[in-house]
């Protein structure tokens, strides 16, 4: 059930993988599911260069799907991209952001911070990617926060756009990826028991600079939570930042997506 009664809110899913092995074959029923929640769009994200292919075939395949070009900070032993991977990718259709990059320091597998200088000139690359084309970047940061914002000023200088996807992080991260400009991307975590430090976060962001994601198939919301998200359940999310915000759940959905077009340079007439 939609967390909603009226069939009229609207909703983008702002970062998914629809080209993840769980959701091999099951893109018809996705789509459907998304389109009886009310979920118009989403942009499915790129996580490897050998992934690239399949991820651009979604979007070019599908009139409400957009995909992303680059690698994530977490993936290793995959093909390190050049600056003109990213580029050439960029300049395909359907292609409307650079990411998801970042820093991922949680898992260090007994390295030193100093050891993941390998991830943060993959980071620089990617920044450097979205400097030449105009693309936002779709950030990715964990337990690296300070590092991410610093290479963030140092390669951007104010001339990148972006958003923080997934975000767990603090007030203090919060404030300064706003005050770089990029939007915040609320997923399920959100309606999760223990995310109260979170809600406190989501709370605070403006409206007009929250975006809405699932990161699916990873952490569905609640009711869902554990099982395999969707796009369609970012309807979830989006109930639940109504709720923190004491607005209409169509409010948030409408901000939302103009949020989202606004970003990514898509107009609202090709919602389907
Ligand atoms: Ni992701």
């Known amino acids: 059930m939609p967390p909603y009664r009226n069939s009229t809110p609207m909703f983008v899913d702002s970062h998914c993988h629809l080209s993840f092995p769980d959701f091999a074959g099951r893109l018809p029923e996705l789509r459907a599911a998304m389109q009886a929640a009310g979920v118009s769009r989403a942009l499915t994200i790129c996580t490897t260069m050998e992934e690239f292919e399949q991820v651009h075939a979604l979007a070019t395949g599908h009139d409400n799907l957009w995909c992303s070009v680059g690698v994530h900070p977490d993936n290793e032993g995959v093909r390190e991209p050049s600056l003109q991977d990213l580029l050439d990718g960029a300049a395909l259709p359907r292609v409307v952001a650079i990411g998801e990059t970042g820093l991922d320091y949680y898992r260090l597998n007994g390295r030193s911070v100093a050891d993941m200088a390998w991830q943060r000139e993959r980071f620089r690359v990617h920044i450097r990617a979205a400097k030449i084309t105009g693309l936002p970047l ?14 963030l000023r140092e390669e951007g200088a104010g001339a990148v756009r972006g958003v923080f996807h ?16 990029f939007y915040i991307s609320f997923s399920g975590i959100l309606t999760f028991r223990n995310a109260e430090a979170l809600r406190d976060v989501a709370r605070k962001v403006p409206l007009d600079r929250c975006l809405i994601e699932t990161d699916s198939p990873y952490l569905a919301p609640m009711p869902f939570r554990g ?3 969707q796009p369609a359940y970012v309807a979830h999310v989006a109930a639940e930042l109504a709720r923190l915000k004491g607005m209409d759940i169509a409010a948030v959905g409408a901000a939302t997506t103009r949020n989202f077009e606004a970003l990514f340079g898509l107009q609202t007439e090709t919602a389907t």
């Open 138 to 151: 779709v950030i990715h940061t964990r337990s690296a926060s300070d590092d991410t914002i610093d290479i």
């Open 166 to 181: 997934c975000f767990t992080e603090t007030q203090a991260v919060a404030d300064a990826a706003l005050e770089m400009g």
């Open 227 to 229: 099982k395999t998200n």
